[in-house]
Nanobody, 123 residues
């Protein structure tokens, strides 16, 4: 019902910045929260950060606090992940997800997922 398309991934030098975008095909009562997750090879998918279209402050994983910023454009139904001070360990496939969850960090609480976009940080 809801399609999500991520973009903006690529190669970036450690210490640099990159901005990811996630465009949703529509907004419904099931898309209150827009979240970012990431998954590196041989690792489990982990929460990165999220925001709610209903308001409130974005929330983040401890590993990215102070470096990553999530923002949204209501008119375009699009959320962004601004990544600063990138580290080698930030290398992963980044996924956008949406659902009705409130302040959740669990992937099981999100219903729709994008295809993912690769972010590779090099030294």
């Amino acid at each position: 019902q809801v399609q999500l398309v991520e973009s903006g991934g690529g190669l970036v030098q450690a210490g640099g910045s990159l901005r990811l975008s996630c465009a949703a095909s529509k907004r419904t009562l099931n898309t209150y929260t827009m979240a970012w997750f990431r998954q590196a090879p041989v690792k489990e998918r982990e929460f990165v950060g999220a925001l709610s279209w209903l308001g409130g402050s974005p929330y983040y994983a401890d590993s990215v606090k102070g470096r990553f910023i999530i923002s949204g454009d209501n008119a375009k139904n699009t959320v962004y992940l601004q990544m600063n001070s990138l580290k080698l360990e930030d290398t992963a496939v980044y996924y956008c997800a949406t659902g009705r969850a409130v302040r959740s960090i669990a992937s099981r609480d999100f219903d729709s997922w994008g295809q993912g976009t690769q972010v590779t940080v090099f030294s």
